[in-house]
């Protein structure tokens, strides 16, 4: 009888413990924390490369008439820029519970550093980015396959869809540490 008891609330403890840290999530930060480390010409210039780049923008273009025509033809009664199905490749954190968006996170920032990498709240310590695999356990998504990484949204899913020579593409794009 009292083993029973006390095998439930063990049981009952394990199950809560399990799921708080399944749950566990990062939260964005935003482009600018990002930046304190990633902009000088030293450190590989990724601020003023990602600045220059179309991914920037991809929120504002959801703003533009273009846009709205786009989500019209498709069969949205919505502006684009409040579709589900417009933000999912022009934006982060649209769909995440505001309690995980940093007070500098703007979704105005488009596909933005933490689209890609993943929310940083978790790995942005030097301590931690400093070590790949750390970085990665503490929530940094690294890509093995860069090609299809793009191509999770560079498809024809996209209504403006342009087949994507990722050679070129990625020459446009990238934005490597310096070594020195
Ligand atoms: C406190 C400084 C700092 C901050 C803040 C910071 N980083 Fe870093 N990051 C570094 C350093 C240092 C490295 C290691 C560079 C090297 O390889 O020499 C690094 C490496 C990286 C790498 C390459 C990892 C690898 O091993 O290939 C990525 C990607 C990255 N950072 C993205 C981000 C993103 C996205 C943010 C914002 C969420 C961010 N960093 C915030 C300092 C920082
Ligand atoms: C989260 C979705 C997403 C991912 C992942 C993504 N892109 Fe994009 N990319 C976009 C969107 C959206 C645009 C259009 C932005 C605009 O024009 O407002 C774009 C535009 C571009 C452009 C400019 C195209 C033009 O017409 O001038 C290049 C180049 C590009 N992406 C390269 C890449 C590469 C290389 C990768 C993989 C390393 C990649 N993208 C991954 C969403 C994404
Ligand atoms: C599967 C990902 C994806 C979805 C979903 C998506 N887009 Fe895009 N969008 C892109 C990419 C990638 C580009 C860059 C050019 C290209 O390949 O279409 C882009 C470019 C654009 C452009 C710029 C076109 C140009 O000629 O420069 C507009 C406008 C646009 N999208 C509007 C929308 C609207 C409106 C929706 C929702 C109805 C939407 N997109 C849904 C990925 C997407
Ligand atoms: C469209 C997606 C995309 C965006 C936006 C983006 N990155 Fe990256 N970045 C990548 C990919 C892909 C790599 C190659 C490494 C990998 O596979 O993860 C990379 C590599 C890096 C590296 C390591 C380069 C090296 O030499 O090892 C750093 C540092 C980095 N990014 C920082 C940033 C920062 C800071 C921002 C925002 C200012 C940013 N990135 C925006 C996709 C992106």
């Known amino acids: 009888m009292l083993f029973n008891k006390y095998f439930l609330l063990l049981t009952f403890f394990l199950i809560s413990y399990l799921t708080i840290h399944a749950q566990k999530e990062y939260s964005f930060i935003g482009v600018k924390d990002c930046a304190m480390c990633h902009k000088t010409e030293k450190q590989g210039l990724q601020l003023s490369i990602w600045q220059n780049s179309k991914h920037a923008k991809a ?18 009664n919505t502006p684009a820029v409040e579709t589900f199905d417009c933000l999912k490749c022009h934006a982060s954190g649209y769909n995440v519970d505001a309690s995980l968006l940093g007070s500098k996170f703007k979704i105005e920032d488009g596909v ?20 790949r695999q750390k970085s990665i356990e503490n929530g940094l998504i690294y890509h093995e ?28 794009i990238k934005h490597p540490v310096k070594k020195d």
Do not use: R
């Open 112 to 131: 933005q550093c933490e689209t890609c990498h993943g929310p940083g709240s978790d790995y942005k310590p030097l301590s931690i980015m400093k070590d």
């Open 59 to 76: 929120y504002e273009t959801l703003k533009t008439e273009e846009a709205d025509a786009i989500a019209k033809e498709k069969g949205f």
């Open 145 to 172: 396959n860069l090609e299809d990484f793009c191509i999770g949204c560079h498809n024809i899913e996209s209504p403006t869809h342009v087949p994507m020579d990722f050679g070129e593409a990625w020459e446009l």
